[in-house]
């Protein structure tokens, strides 16, 4: 049914205001415009400039959706202006008024812009964002199989915006990190099969301490991404591939620190977290401990240890003998287990791309949310 016409209504933004040459310190500004509910907050914003203040500084291009350029914190979210619905930010609005300033992470250039080179762009570039081929090139084009180019289809939809840094956990307290964006884009050409640098890219962010071990799982750039990218996922891609196909052993315990946590909720149905500092510094088993690389981590972590039972946030039994759950509470997750363990195939999902493949053959899953990938267990390397 065709939507009704609704006249414009009015609607008031508070902007966040900035501007580091001033030396004043960031404020609030509020402006009322007009327009209809379905316009975008980025119309309202310019509208507010065109009408009542030209010094506004917001950054926009296509206006729709496409050059990423409009990324901005709506009531406290990050994401596109020109694809917000008026109406729909109000509604999430805590007092009516909607609330826009700067994308986080980055420094502020003006008001609602940031500096994306210092930051976004800066990362990107240490991935290597491009294809690494020295080798004889066809007469014509590369044939590339259909499904590796589905594998990286969702990362190649990243329109750069920058709302995945923005909202990124681990690159506020570790402003290094190579962050979302950028690794999303390093899996762009991870999986792709014309580069010959696979292993080599794998390696080089396996090794770097802020490279993909430091992703602390957080979802935040997942909900964030306008164009359903999923960083995270990718991320994990990522480490799947290093770790568990091409055995990198990475300086930063990373991977072992990943089986690890496998290996304790496989055993104990819940994380017993006394083990795990010895076994992903010592070794992913009981003797681990004894390794003297964990005896050195335990050492150095002995301090916190001692605070965290002084002030009861550590119990002494669990923390020696681990939880104890229900044995067909346990029982049920070593079903699980033993149901991934089994398959012949490790099951991508790609949730980007939706639909089915009728002319791709077994083992190919349907998902809720689109296309499971397939990739054989033993394959070294191969990300299709
Ligand atoms: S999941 Fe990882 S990359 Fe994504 S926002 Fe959280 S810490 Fe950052
Ligand atoms: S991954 Fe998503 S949120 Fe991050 S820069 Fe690309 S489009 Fe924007
Ligand atoms: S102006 Fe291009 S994405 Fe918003």
């Not at 104990?268 to 795990?276: D, N, P, T, V």
């Amino acid at each position: 049914m065709a939507e009704t016409h609704r006249p414009p209504e009015q609607f008031t933004l508070r902007l966040r205001r900035y501007d580091p040459e001033s030396g004043d310190a960031p404020y609030w500004d509020e402006h009322t415009i007009e327009l209809e509910p379905h316009r975008s907050v980025l119309e309202g914003i310019l509208q507010a400039k065109a009408k009542f203040d030209g010094s506004i500084g917001i950054r926009c291009s296509c206006r729709a959706a496409i050059c990423g350029s409009c990324g901005v914190r709506i009531n406290g979210e990050p994401g596109l202006a020109c694809h917000t619905h008026l109406d729909h930010a109000r509604a999430y609005a805590k007092d009516g008024v909607i609330e826009v300033e700067p994308m986080g992470n980055m420094p502020v250039i003006k008001d609602m812009i940031v500096d994306m080179d210092a930051v976004h762009w800066k990362k990107v570039k240490r991935v290597t964002p491009w294809l690494l081929n020295e080798g004889p090139q066809p007469e014509r084009e590369h044939i590339v199989p259909r499904e590796s180019m589905v594998d990286i289809t969702q990362t190649m939809a990243c329109i750069q915006c920058g709302a995945c840094v923005s909202d990124c956990l681990a690159m506020e307290v570790d402003p290094g990190f190579i962050g979302p964006a950028a690794l999303a884009k390093a899996y762009r050409f991870v999986g792709d099969p014309r580069d010959e640098e696979q292993r080599e890219r794998l390696i080089d962010l396996s090794q770097d301490p802020l490279g993909i071990y430091d992703c602390t799982h957080c979802f935040k750039c997942v909900q964030a991404c306008p164009k359903d990218v999923n960083p995270m996922g990718q991320i994990m891609r990522l480490r799947r591939i290093a770790g568990s196909d091409q055995k990198i052993v990475d300086q930063n315990n990373g991977h072992r620190h990943e089986e690890t946590i496998t290996t304790l909720i496989k055993g104990y149905g819940l994380l017993h977290e006394a083990e795990m500092l010895p076994r992903s510094y010592g070794g992913n088993s009981w003797f681990g401990k004894f390794h003297p690389a964990a005896g050195k981590e335990l050492l150095s972590s002995l301090p916190v240890v001692l605070r965290a039972l002084v002030k009861r946030k550590v119990n002494p039994k669990i923390a020696m003998f681990g939880h104890k759950i229900p044995r067909q509470d346990l029982n049920a997750v070593k079903k699980i287990y033993e149901k991934v363990e089994s398959r012949p195939t490790r099951y991508e999902l790609n949730l980007y791309v939706t639909g089915y493949d009728e002319d791709v053959e077994e083992p190919v899953a349907s998902v809720v949310a689109g296309n499971a990938q397939s990739v054989p267990q033993s394959t070294e390397g191969s990300t299709n």
